[in-house]
């Protein structure tokens, strides 16, 4: 149990345009979902909070509008990055809080997106 | 600031031997601390939650211990396999269970 998945697993694209990655819980309701980004050989780091019918809570340095985070329900949230540059370039993952009946702070992490801007 | 380390980039070990990787942090109070697995291109696999008033928890061959007086959670693998071969990392977080990542350790158990 406690399956998130993403699609795409890997992405180019070329500078200026936007890509979206969905992140899906499959097995159970996820009220909060994160995203995060990491650069080779660092650890991860949170861009932002994605709350089921609320906007997105951002961490500081992250521009909210060049990341669009939707969580229009309680098995998907999607993240846009708007106008991808090169320095955009990582590896996107995204995390659900599965609570089963009771409160639960584990997090099940999506196998990541690969990111390459040209 | 938070701050969250873990000891050595990489850790050599033979097989069959326990693994013992350090997580230590400052400027936090966390009531959770979770350790998790990653291979290579892939998310972060879940292992194992401790709260801040439990000193040890187990699940198999893994055992996590948290000394919030040292700010210090040590992670042990016994009888460690090449398969256990990963990096591992430590994460912390409070009760809005927003996670903070350690360096994490490249664990490296070879025949």
């Known amino acids: 149990g406690a399956v998130v998945s993403q699609h795409p697993s890997w992405v180019i694209c070329k500078s200026g345009t936007s890509v979206k990655i969905e992140c899906r819980s499959l097995d159970f309701q996820a009220t909060t979902m994160f995203w995060y980004r990491q650069f080779p050989k660092q650890s991860l780091m949170l861009m932002a909070t994605s709350n089921e019918g609320s906007k997105a809570t951002y961490e500081q340095g992250v521009e909210k509008d060049k990341f669009l985070i939707n969580h229009a329900s309680l098995t998907l949230s999607t993240l846009t990055v708007t106008s991808a540059h090169p320095e955009d370039s990582s590896f996107y993952i995204c995390?659900?809080?599965?609570?089963?009946?009771?409160?639960?702070?584990?997090?099940?992490f999506g196998p990541g997106t690969r990111l390459t801007v040209t | 600031s938070q701050k969250i380390e873990q000891n050595s980039e990489a850790l050599n070990i033979q097989e069959g031997k326990t693994a013992t990787l350090t997580c230590n942090y400052t400027?936090?109070?966390?009531?959770?601390l979770q350790w998790y697995r990653q291979d290579p291109g892939r998310g972060p696999v879940f292992l194992l939650l401790i709260r801040e008033n439990e000193k040890e928890k187990r699940k198999e061959r893994l055992k996590v211990t948290f000394d919030t007086t040292l700010k210090q959670s040590l992670f042990h693998i016994t009888a460690s396999q090449p398969a256990d071969s990963a990096t591992y990392l430590c994460?912390?977080?409070?009760?809005?269970?927003?996670?903070?990542f350690g360096t994490g350790t490249r664990l490296q158990v070879t025949l």
């Open positions: 995390s659900a809080r599965a609570v089963f009946g009771r409160v639960s702070y584990e997090q099940y």
């Open positions: 400027n936090y109070s966390p009531a959770y």
């Open positions: 994460a912390l977080s409070g009760t809005a269970s927003k996670l903070t």
